[in-house]
């Protein structure tokens, strides 16, 4: 069952520029995934600091083997530098069907 992952990231205002560099350098690993169907970076029309990835998996475990490497040495990115908080991650599985 197709997963849509939103990451909602509230960057450092100091370092925009560099933090949508590094975006770009994460996200090539991320987009290249296997199961990873889709990737969007949307970013707030009132808070340029404020942005939601979203993501499109084929399946939540495929979703979960990535978050897994990006734990590990190999998988770890420089997001955290340009960060002022924390990440946050919503997975949403189910949808309602909208042709009653």
């Given amino acids: 069952m197709t997963t ?3 990451l909602e990231v509230h960057f450092d205002a100091d370092t925009l520029d560099l933090a949508r560099d590094i975006v770009r350098e994460t996200l090539v690993a991320t987009r290249a995934w296997p ?45 955290p530098e340009v960060l002022v908080e924390p990440p946050t991650t919503r997975s949403f599985s189910t949808t309602i069907p909208l042709d009653a």
């Fill in 35 to 79: 199961g990873c169907q889709d990737l969007v970076v949307v970013v707030d029309d009132d808070d340029p600091t404020r942005a939601i990835v979203v993501e499109t998996w084929a399946t939540a475990a495929d979703h979960e083997a990535y978050v897994a490497w990006r734990a590990t040495p190999e998988g770890a990115n420089r997001l």
């Fill in 4 to 6: 849509t992952v939103h």
